[in-house]
């Protein structure tokens, strides 16, 4: 694999490490082999759950599976492990993306430094000691050198606060925390909030196992055919022969993805081609649609042409004209909101037990003891499913209280929204990296890719430290402020910011800033920039 067989590295003298990693996801399992195995260094992963897998571990809902395709969602640091590892379908179900992880931290020895069931509750950096101390929610504490934080994108549940949840006498689950035994839905009236990418994947499911699911859908959201199917010898043996290649394009692509999006613009075709592109992209399916042409998501006219066609398709589907209106009443650009990709979405509201809420229109009131009271209605329900998102990009940092210099609160340098340096650094909290944090380009982009960007450039930064015996690194106040221009920049040039509800800009979270928070430039743009200010000493960044 390219790594030096270091000695394994001791536990941290006196109980200080070199560096205390958060979560031990598809972010921190990496962060942790590349630390321990590569440099040599003392680091521990502390994880909330009792296995690892993040995301993953967490997100046990129906029908749960991820959007990227298999052989792309996979760390491509080990031609050994891609060479291990045989996916089954063409996207993968969370429980087949567990067990890679777990395969993952099984070949690579990494369980012994994870502390599993350790929720990190706060962080402080002691600038006497040019350490961070970090205390668990069972108050163990920890201190090391560096923090990294790999707590991933969305990963605190969003449940809104609706009135009246306590009293409900039914059962209620949110996607994102769902029980590890599963669900039984047979017999039951379900109610399901929220029609994202989860909700979009989750009610297909329960439709089919409930007695009747209503959904509950405020915002009326574009999807695509994800057109899921087992993966054939033929891909498997091409995938298995083909690393370099498929890596190449991942990291030539502005989102990741192992497909290439379209030189053309949408408005240089003709109506015929225009609409035999869209169904050819229709029938492959997956989120390569919006790379069918070049200005999807940048020319709001170009954008139209595809709404214009999902729309149509949708109204072929839904049998029923009135609810095929509301699923269809979209209010912004495709793909400015990260569109889902589907199986039967659209199709399960031909189900006679299946029935669609517009809470625009009649918005929920309250939840009562028997079900959700709309301003029209009361729906009689026995559980209810929050499919209502997360507290995306900033949540899972500001969840611990983590305090830089002179005490200073990352709740209140954030006040204003998010301000990094390249994602990856953060005025005012020397030793601080965080792992795909706002202001990178991770949720924009295919994950794995995203993180192993950020692990391999953490890794070399802290390397080169090392070498020249600097102990500490911290982003420059008018590096992060530039930086966040660009950010706002990069969004500007797109349609993104037009979508007012999204997660993107904090929207869907009642009080917090609304700012765009992934970097919007593309990822191989953003690959080019970290390996420049590496190339330039750090540049943006205080060494000492
Ligand atoms: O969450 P979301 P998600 N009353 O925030 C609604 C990734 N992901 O869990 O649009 C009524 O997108 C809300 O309505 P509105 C992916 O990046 C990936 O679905 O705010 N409704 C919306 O419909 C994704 O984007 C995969 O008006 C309320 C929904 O709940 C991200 O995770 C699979 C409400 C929330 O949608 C998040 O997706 C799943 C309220 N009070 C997720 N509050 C794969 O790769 C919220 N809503 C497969």
Known sequence: DGFASQPKAAAGRSGVYDALIVGAGFSGLYQLLRLRDRLGLAALVLEAGDGVGGTWYWNRYPGARCDSESHSYSYYFSEELLRDWEWSERYPEQPEILRYLNHVADRFDLRRDIRFGTRVSAARHDEAENLWRVTTEAGESFAARFLITAVGCLSTANVPNIPGLDEFKGEWYHTGQWPHGGVDFTGKRVGQIGTGSTGIQAAPVIAAQAAHLTVFQRTANYSVPARNAPLSPDFLRWSKEN??????????????????????????????????????????????????????????????????????????????????????????????????????????????????????????????????????????????????????????????????????????????????????????????????????????????????????????????????????????????????????????????????????????????????????????????????????????????
């Not at 499919?387 to 609160?409: E, H, Q, S, V, Y």
């Not at 380009?441 to 090392?466: D, F, K, Y």
């Open 243 to 544: 690393h370099a290649e498929i890596r190449r394009v991942m990291h030539s692509t502005t989102n990741g993805h192992p497909f290439t999006i379209s030189e053309r613009s949408a408005l240089d075709a003709t109506p015929e081609e225009r609409l035999s592109a869209y169904e050819a992209a229709w029938e492959k399916g997956g989120l390569q649609f919006r790379a069918a042409f070049r200005d999807i998501l940048t020319d709001k006219a170009a954008n139209d042409t595809a709404a214009e066609f999902i729309r149509a398709k949708i109204r072929e589907i839904v049998k029923d004209p009135e609810t095929a209106a509301k699923l269809t009443a979209f209010d912004h650009p495709f793909a400015a909101k990260r569109p889902p990709i589907d199986t039967e979405y659209f199709e399960t509201f031909n189900r006679p037990n299946v029935s669609l809420v517009d809470v625009r229109a009649s918005p929920i009131e309250r939840i009562t003891p028997r079900g959700i009271e709309t301003r029209d209605a009361e729906h009689e329900l026995d559980v209810i499913v929050f499919a209502t998102g997360f507290d995306a990009m900033t949540g899972p940092l500001l969840n611990i209280d983590i305090r830089g210099r002179g005490g200073l609160r990352l709740k209140d340098a954030w006040a204003a929204g998010p301000r990094t340096y390249l994602g990856l650094g953060v005025p005012g909290f020397p030793n601080l990296f965080t792992v795909t944090g706002p202001g990178s380009p991770s949720v924009l982009c295919n994950m794995p890719v995203a993180i192993e960007q950020h692990v391999e450039w953490i890794t070399g930064c802290i390397e080169h430290m090392r070498k020249r015996g600097l102990g500490l690194i911290e982003a420059e106040a008018d590096a992060a402020d530039r930086w966040v221009e660009h950010v706002n920049e990069a969004a500007d040039a797109t349609l993104l910011p037009q979508a007012s509800s999204s997660w993107y800009l904090g929207a869907n979270v009642p009080g917090k800033p609304r700012v765009f928070m992934p970097y919007a430039g593309g990822m191989a743009w953003y690959r080019g920039i970290c390996e420049d200010v590496a190339a330039k000493g750090y540049e943006g960044f205080a060494l000492a």
